[in-house]
């Protein structure tokens, strides 16, 4: 829960540094951005941080601080290996444990409201699934390729499960 609240922080902050806009058409998504059920977002901005001692996680952000309704993507990877090119195994936070050195684990939260610093709804992937990112490295900046999964939101029992894609690319 220490990771997500960081997480949070960071994808908060990051807010403030923003331009974008969102997509509401259920067509098949941005070339940069994700889905949540039938609502396309398209990635603005892209933010890298920590969750430990090397830069391992990946924030993609919609919406200019200070507009409401802000929504992330959050990708993080092994704390012992960061950010890297490959094919990893998608983990649930769920799960309570962070990702090995093949895995990754995917957030989304929607409609963020900055008078009470609450995202409307956080997705995680629903546990036991096998589906695998990949990722590749251009220029140092990486491009995540999440086909579709299942996400539940949280608190679990919370709301109706979904599901999440995207192609997340840095900027």
């Known amino acids: 829960m220490k990771n997500v609240f960081k997480i949070s922080v960071l994808?908060?902050?990051a807010l403030f540094m923003v331009n974008c806009s969102d997509d509401d058409?259920?067509?098949?998504g941005s070339a940069n951005g994700w889905s949540v059920g039938s609502t396309n977002y398209t990635t603005s901005v892209t933010q890298r941080f920590?969750?430990?001692?090397?830069?391992?996680?990946v924030t993609a952000i919609d919406v200019t601080g200070g507009q409401?309704?802000?929504?992330?993507a959050i990708i993080i990877f092994s704390e012992e290996t960061g950010i890297a090119a490959g094919t990893y195994r998608i983990i649930s936070e769920t799960d309570g444990m962070l990702p090995d050195a093949?895995?990754?684990?995917?957030?989304?939260?929607?409609?963020?409201d900055e008078a009470t610093g609450q995202y409307g709804t956080s997705y995680y992937p629903v546990s036991g699934q096998t589906v695998d990112a990949t990722v590749t490295i251009t220029g140092g900046k990486a491009k995540i390729v999440i086909p579709q999964i299942?996400?539940?939101p949280i608190p679990l029992g919370s709301g109706t499960a979904t599901t999440f894609s995207?192609?997340?690319i840095e900027q």
């Open 102 to 112: 093949n895995e990754i684990m995917i957030s989304a939260g929607t409609n963020y």
């Open 150 to 152: 299942n996400v539940t």
């Open 25 to 28: 058409n259920s067509g098949g």
């Open 68 to 72: 409401a309704n802000l929504n992330t």
């Open 50 to 57: 920590s969750t430990g001692d090397i830069e391992n996680a």
């Open 11 to 13: 994808a908060i902050a």
């Open 166 to 168: 995207g192609t997340i």
